[in-house]
C-alpha cells in the first residue's frame, strides 16, 4: 500500500518537474565555452587543438599524448581523457566519431564531425592546418 | 524498547513531496534558481524508492545484530528519558560523521555512498537518491556501540531516523544562507552544498549529519565561497541517466581492478585504498586533485 502510494508520487514529482521544464539552459558550445569546460575538467592540461562537434554537443581537444573528451549528457557533461592514438584511430561513420572511454560509469561518448582524423592531426599539433569543421589551434 | 512506535522517515514522505513540488513550482516562476533535468529527476526519485526495497534485503540481519549487542550492554538508557535524547542526539551525529568520512575515503564504502553524488544536480530530489547497497557494505555495524552502551534498538532507528529526515530539507539551491548562528552550529543547505561539489576545493569536506561542529572539530570544514560556485557530481560524472549504472558502476569498477590485481598489496589498495587509488598513481584521488589546484594557484 505504502509502496504503491511512493510509486504514485515519483511519477507525479517526474510529471511535475518535465512540465516545469527547469533544466539547465543548453546552448551549442563555443570554442570559449568548450575552452573553459576543459580547463575546468582538465586543470593543468595544456590544449594543443581542438575541435568543436558541428552540433556543438561537444569537443575534442589534444593535450599532448592524450586527448580530452567533453561530451553533453541532458543539461550537463561529462568528460574523460583516453591515449590520443586511440581517439585518431576510432570509429567514424556517417559524421559521428564514436569513442571507446573504456569506464563503466561513462562507456563511451559520441561526437559529430565532418571529417575524422582531423587535418593535421598526425602531425605536430602546433603547425597543424585548419580542418574541416570549426576546429581552433591556440 | 525493540521496536520503534514510529518511523520519522515514513511520517516525513507526504513532507518531502510537498517541498518538491514547491521547490519546483519557485523555480518555475523564478522565485528561485533550482534546476531539474526530467531523467535526473526520475533517476533520482527511482533510487530513492529502490533504496526502501534493496533495504529490507539486509535491515533484518543489521536489526538483529543490534538487539543482539543491545542484550549485551553495559548500561540501560530508559526510552523515556529527556537525557537520553540529548544523549544520542549527539552520538548518533558523531556516528554519522565517521560513517560518512568513510564512505568517502575509502573506495569499499564509497562504492555504496557514490550514487548519493552521482547526479549533476543538487535539489531536493536528490536528497532522495539514497543508496541501494549500504546495507550489504556493512556500515550499519558502525551504529552498533550506540547499542553497547545501551541505547535501546528503538531509539536508535528513530535517531538515525530523524537525520536523515534532517538532511533531507538541505539539499537545495533555494536558500542561500540561514542566520550566522545557525550556520556556525548546523548542517545547512551552504555546507552541503560544498560537500557535493566536485571543485577540488571542495571535495571531501563537510561530513555532517546534523551538527557541522564534527567537521570543524576534526579539519574537514569548508565554507562555501561566493567566489567558487558549486559545480555538482563526481570527480568522474556519469555518462548517462541509467540507475543501474548509478548504482553499481563502482562496484564494477572494483571487480575488474580486483581481476586485474598482481598482489595482496593492489588487492588492498583497490578495495580499501582512496577513491581512485593505483597501483603507479597514474590515476586522480581526491588528494591529488587538491594538490594539483593548489599547486596551480600558487603558480597562477
Ligand atoms: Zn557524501
Ligand atoms: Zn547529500
Redo the contacts between chains.
Sequence with gaps: M??AG??V??G???A???W?????PMSPLTDARARALMA?EF??RPIDALWVATDGAGALARSGAAALVL?E????????HIPWAQAVASSFRDGVLRLD?S???????RLAFDAWPPLGAEVEAANTKPAKGRKTAS | MIHAPFDPV?LA?PFF?LA??LE??L??FRVTP?????????AS??M??GS??AGLLTAGAAFAATIWVWEHRIFTVPFTAWWGWVAIFFLEDLTYYWFHRLSHERRFWWAAHVNHHSS?HYNL?TALRQTWTGGVSGTWALWLPLAFFGFSPAQIAIQKGISLVYQFWIHTEAIKRMPAWFEAVFNTPSHHRVHHARN?RYLDRNYAGILIIWDRMFGTFQPELDEEKC?Y?IV??????NVL?AAF??W??IG?DLLSARSPREVAGYLFGPPGWSPDGSRETSATLRA??E??RKAG
Design positions: 505504502q509502496t511512493s510509486a508520487a515519483v507525479v514529482l517526474i511535475f518537474a518535465a516545469a521544464k527547469i533544466a539547465k575546468e586543470p593543468g561530451c549528457v541532458g543539461d550537463g557533461y561529462v568528460a574523460r572511454l569506464d563503466v560509469a561513462a562507456p563511451a561518448a | 515514513t514522505v513531496v518538491v513540488i519546483i513550482a523555480a518555475r533550482s534546476n531539474y533535468e526530467t531523467r535526473d529527476t526520475m526519485l527511482s530513492g524508492f526502501q526495497i549533476q530530489s577540488p559545480r557530481g568522474k560524472n556519469l555518462g548517462d541517466f549504472r558502476h563502482e564494477i569498477g575488474k594539483q589546484w599547486a596551480e
